[in-house]
């Protein structure tokens, strides 16, 4: 009875994101709904940050703690990216599969950015902040352009 109770949650669920006017992640393990999952996760971290920069309202601490929480969320998009696994709700292009050096390349230059971010994460010097920021910034931009439809 649990179960049937759960799947009938799940199904709603389901249907209730299908209204967005987007397919539902059906597959076994879901590996889209998880990467695109941990890449909002991520985006929940990195654009505070943006805001403050942007609003002249850099806060030291905020950009520390924010920092250290894309830190923690940095590696969990990835291990989905599973063969075979272009299909709808997904947003990324054929790309990620057919040239797998240059998604490496792409991520490599993402893990590289953040590493100077978390570096300088303790600074109180919002110039110094806003660069490696805007470092990061870049190499989301990049690959979205290389591997990502919109
Ligand atoms: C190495 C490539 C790569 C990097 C670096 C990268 N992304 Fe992405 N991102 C993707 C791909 C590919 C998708 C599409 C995934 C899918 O739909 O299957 C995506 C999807 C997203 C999405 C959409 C999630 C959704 O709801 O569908 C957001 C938001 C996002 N990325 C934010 C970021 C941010 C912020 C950064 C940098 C801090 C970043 N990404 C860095 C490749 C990347």
Known sequence: ????R?????????????CGGEPPDNRPG??????????????????????MFRTGSFDAAKFQQLTSEL????????????????YP???????????PEKFARAKRDFYAATDRLAAVAGTTDKRTAE?????????CKGCHQDFKTR
């Not at 660069?131 to 190499?139: K, L």
């Open 89 to 99: 709700p997904s947003h990324a292009k054929a790309e990620v599969w057919s040239e």
């Open 6 to 18: 759960s799947s009938l949650l799940l199904l709603t669920v389901l249907v209730l994101s299908a």
């Open 131 to 139: 660069a490696a920021w805007s470092a990061v910034e870049t190499t």
């Open 30 to 51: 879901q590996p889209v709904a998880h990467r695109r999952a941990a890449f909002k996760e991520i985006l929940k971290a990195f654009e505070p940050m943006g805001v």
């Open 71 to 86: 830190m923690a969320r940095r590696d969990a998009p990835w291990d989905y990216f599973l063969p075979d696994t272009l």
């Open 1 to 4: 009875m649990k179960n049937i």
